[in-house]
Nanobody
Framework: QVHLAESGGGLVQAGGSLRLSCTAS?????????AAWFRQAPGKEREFAAG????????YYADSVKGRFTISRDSAKNTVYLQMNNLNPTDTAVYYC??????????????????WGQGTQVTVSS
């Protein structure tokens, strides 16, 4: 089993920044793992924001966040981060960390991920 613990959400004004963290416990990421951040706004489906391949750190982004968000990982800390810059009110959502420990492909469909964090609220005011 894997437990994912997220932190770093909060309230920020438009144009501001936040950094989300997600630390895994129970099992560790390996070269065959991928991690991702999804988000879900009220009344909307959960959507892919960013993903990363654990072995080489290759990053993937949704068009809506490209150029503003950066995903990264720290293998020593078993932690994945999401740096969010130039936030706008449309970024308001609950952000979830997810991982697949047995894949080397970053996919944008939530059903492809085995483990999920509890979510952290990000609210961007105008």
């Amino acid at each position: 089993q894997v437990h994912l613990a997220e932190s770093g959400g909060g309230l920020v004004q438009a144009g501001g920044s936040l950094r989300l963290s997600c630390t895994a416990s129970g099992r560790t990421f390996s070269v065959y793992s991928v991690a991702a951040w999804f988000r879900q706004a009220p009344g909307k489906e959960r959507e892919f924001a960013a993903g990363i391949k654990w072995n080489d750190g290759r990053e993937y982004y949704a068009d809506s966040v490209k150029g503003r968000f950066t995903i990264s990982r720290d293998s020593a800390k078993n932690t994945v981060y999401l740096q969010m810059n130039n936030l706008n009110p449309t970024d308001t959502a609950v952000y979830y960390c997810a991982c697949d420990l047995y894949s080397n492909v970053v996919l944008s469909t939530p059903s492809n991920y085995d483990y999920w964090g509890q979510g952290t609220q990000v609210t961007v005011s105008s």
